[in-house]
């Protein structure tokens, strides 16, 4: 746990010889109330579950999956490799998960309390997983909201959970590209931005008061050279 935490340090502080640009990801410019919010009206919804197996019932096993961080970005829901599309993310999940995912307005999302788990490097945190379809069909933004619950007495322990698992996270993004630093200016505890291959992808760590939030946030094939965008010194909030 402390190494982890210590990776997830250096990473938040060293300077970059390149960054990024804001993206135009909608979860990157929610604020925290915002994504709480979601996050409450997706379990509001879930009072009534949504996600299904393949036939039909509702789903009652846990669809586990064993993940790494290049399958978390280059993959819809860690598994779909090919999802470039809301139909195929649908036909990818009964095929891999037994599940079809649950359609609100033009997101598809996959959740714990339906069964949906990554397993990272041994670790399970709850995980809500969201692909939003533009009006192609195409899947032009997906994100994961892994979640670490706690009340008083158990906030440090939730915190010792969620930076063994941020810091296990960035220090991978960190090893599989150079091309990633931490923004300076933002109020989450931290954000992260650069690319893995051609995605976007941004990191950030949200205290929501009884849950810190991690996001992974993606946008496929999203990166041009426009992109690139002078050095800065990597801060955090910690």
Same mark, same amino acid.
């Given at each position: ?11 938040? @502080? *060293? ?5 990024? %640009?804001?993206?135009?990801? &909608?979860? %990157?410019?929610?604020? #925290?109330?915002? &994504? ?15 996600? =299904? =197996? #393949? ?5 009652? =096993? ?6 790494? +961080?290049?399958?978390?970005?280059? !993959? ?21 998960? %037994?599940?079809?995912? %649950? ?24 995980? +809500? #997983? ?8 195409? *899947? ?14 158990? !906030? ?13 996270? @960035? ?5 599989? =590209? +150079? ?10 505890? $931290? $954000? ?16 929501? +008061? ?20 002078? #050095? ?7």
């Amino acid at each position: 746990m402390k190494r982890a935490m210590q990776h997830m340090m250096l990473l938040l @502080l *060293i300077t970059v010889t390149v960054s990024f %640009s804001a993206t135009a990801s &909608v979860f %990157s410019a929610m604020g #925290a109330g915002e &994504v709480s919010a979601l996050l409450d009206r997706r379990a509001a919804d879930m009072a009534v579950p949504a996600a =299904t =197996t #393949a036939k039909g019932s509702a789903a009652g =096993t846990t669809a586990a999956v064993t993940v790494n +961080a290049r399958d978390m970005v280059g !993959k819809v829901f860690g598994i779909i490799e090919d999802g470039r599309t809301g139909r195929r993310c649908v036909d990818g999940a009964r095929e891999v998960l %037994s599940m079809t995912p %649950s359609l609100e307005g033009s997101a598809l999302w996959l959740d714990s309390a339906d069964g949906y788990r990554l397993l990272y490097e041994g670790m399970s945190p709850d995980v +809500a #997983a969201m692909a939003h379809i533009a009006d192609n069909d195409f *899947i032009d933004e997906y994100c994961y909201f892994f979640l670490f619950p706690y009340t008083g007495e158990g !906030k440090a322990a939730a915190n010792c959970d969620q930076a063994g698992f941020s810091g296990t996270l @960035l220090q991978e993004l960190h090893d599989i =590209t +150079a091309d990633i630093g931490a923004v300076a200016d933002t109020p989450d505890l $931290f $954000f992260v931005n650069g690319r893995v291959d051609n995605n976007m992808v941004d990191v950030r760590l949200l205290d929501d +008061a009884d849950r810190y939030i991690l996001m992974l946030i993606v946008s496929p094939d999203a990166y041009t050279p426009a992109d690139d965008s002078p #050095a800065t010194d990597a801060t955090a909030q910690l």
